[in-house]
């Protein structure tokens, strides 16, 4: 069953895209054609962002939040649709 995320930019304009069950949050961006500032294993924190509804499942491994609370977003997955508003934004590829 796919979940929606739905990122906010700084003026909170949407963009809305699926998630697998199996995908973290930047990889489903990534099939929609967006490029997360990302290092993909959870070090750098460039993908945190701050959850405004929903709920995620962390992965294994490194943090999957940063000291402020962030979301990781290379180290999360989605458990119900979501909005999250990414600290440094990211890049249209699509």
């Known amino acids: 069953m796919a979940l929606y995320i739905t990122l906010l930019d700084k003026d909170n304009r949407e963009i809305r895209f699926s998630c697998g069950p199996d995908q973290t949050i930047a990889d489903a ?7 997360l500032i990302s290092c ?24 999957s939040q940063n000291a402020a609370g962030d979301l990781l977003l290379c180290r999360q997955r989605a458990k119900s649709d979501l909005v999250v508003k990414p600290r440094f934004g990211w890049i249209k590829t699509g």
Not at 29 to 35: C, F, I
Not at 40 to 53: E, F, K, N, P
């Open 29 to 35: 961006a990534e099939d929609a054609g967006l490029r």
């Open 40 to 63: 993909a294993s959870g070090y750098c924190g460039a993908c945190a962002a701050q959850l405004i509804t929903g709920e995620t499942i962390p992965s294994t491994g490194s943090s």
